[in-house]
Nanobody
Framework: QVQLVESGGGLVQPGGSLRLSCAASGSILRFELNRVGWDRQAPGKQRELVARIDVGGSTLYADSVKGRFAISRDNAKNTVYLQMNSLQPEDTAVYYC?????????WGQGTQVTVSS
C-alpha cells in the first residue's frame, strides 16, 4: 500500500505561517497521475476538504482558506505541500494528506496544527 507521512505541523501564533509536507512512498509507480490534497479535522467537527490539486494542476480550496493557503506538489519527490499563511485559531486541526480518488484513496496519519497565542 501507499504510505503517506505528513510533517511540518506544530504550534504557531495567530497570523503566523506553517508549511506542511506529505511524502508518499510504497506502492506508487506514477505519483503524478494521482490527485493529492489536504483535509483537516478539528475537535468535534467533521473532516473537511482544505485543498486539492489534480493531475493537471488545477486547485480547489475551501472558502475558509482561500487567499491564505496554497497547495503544491513536487512530482519528482512524490511530495505534496500546503503553505499556510495568516493562520487563525479556527485553523487548529489535525491535517491529513490524501492521494488518489475513491475507491483507492490513501490517507496519512495526520499532523497536528495548533494556532494559539
Amino acid at each position: 500500500q501507499v504510505q503517506l507521512v505528513e510533517s511540518g505541523g506544530g504550534l504557531v501564533q495567530p497570523g503566523g505561517s506553517l508549511r506542511l509536507s506529505c511524502a508518499a512512498s510504497g506502492s506508487i509507480l506514477r505519483f503524478e497521475l494521482n490527485r493529492v490534497g489536504w483535509d483537516r479535522q478539528a475537535p468535534g467537527k467533521q473532516r473537511e476538504l482544505v485543498a486539492r490539486i489534480d493531475v493537471g494542476g488545477s486547485t480547489l480550496y475551501a472558502d475558509s482558506v482561500k487567499g491564505r493557503f496554497a497547495i503544491s506538489r513536487d512530482n519528482a519527490k512524490n511530495t505534496v505541500y500546503l503553505q499556510m499563511n495568516s493562520l487563525q485559531p479556527e485553523d487548529t486541526a489535525v491535517y491529513y494528506c490524501n492521494l488518489g480518488s475513491p475507491p483507492a484513496t490513501n490517507w496519512g496519519q495526520g499532523t497536528q496544527v495548533t494556532v494559539s497565542s
